[in-house]
């Protein structure tokens, strides 16, 4: 298989906002890309009472390895009562969700919440992923 030039890995940039972990990831996540990122995320989501959100709009393409790294990522921090959300502006990442059956399983926001970025209110962006 012939590497492709345009492929990008996502690179995670990671800061603390009050009690909130940001990580921004870029690029794809993919088959090739989901072993760093769940090096990555793995101690994020060890933590007891986490509050973890994703922020993938700079992602440019995600397949169901990428959305097996989400679930992970969910169910490591829920198991350990923390809180997950995932900031999406994209149509077809929430139409991925519904297709899947994963729709109303993630907390997806269209921007990122008070607090966190010094952004506007998410509350009247905020969705489950279902919109």
Do not use: K, Q
């Amino acid at each position: 298989m012939a590497d492709n030039p345009l492929r990008s890995a996502p690179s995670p940039a990671e800061r603390t906002a009050g009690e909130s972990t940001v990580v921004t990831l870029a690029g794809e996540m993919d088959l090739l890309t989901a072993p760093g990122l769940t090096a990555r995320l793995d101690p994020l989501t060890a933590s007891p009472h986490s509050d973890l959100v994703l922020d993938l709009r700079p992602v440019v393409f995600i397949d169901c390895t990428g959305l097996g790294i989400l679930c992970r990522a969910r169910n490591r921090v829920l198991a350990r009562h923390g809180r997950l959300r995932l900031v999406s502006d994209s149509a077809g990442f929430r139409r991925i969700l519904r297709h899947t059956g994963l729709a109303g399983v993630f907390e997806v926001l269209r921007c990122l919440p008070l607090g966190v970025a010094g952004a506007p209110t998410a509350d009247a962006s905020e969705t489950r992923a279902a919109g």
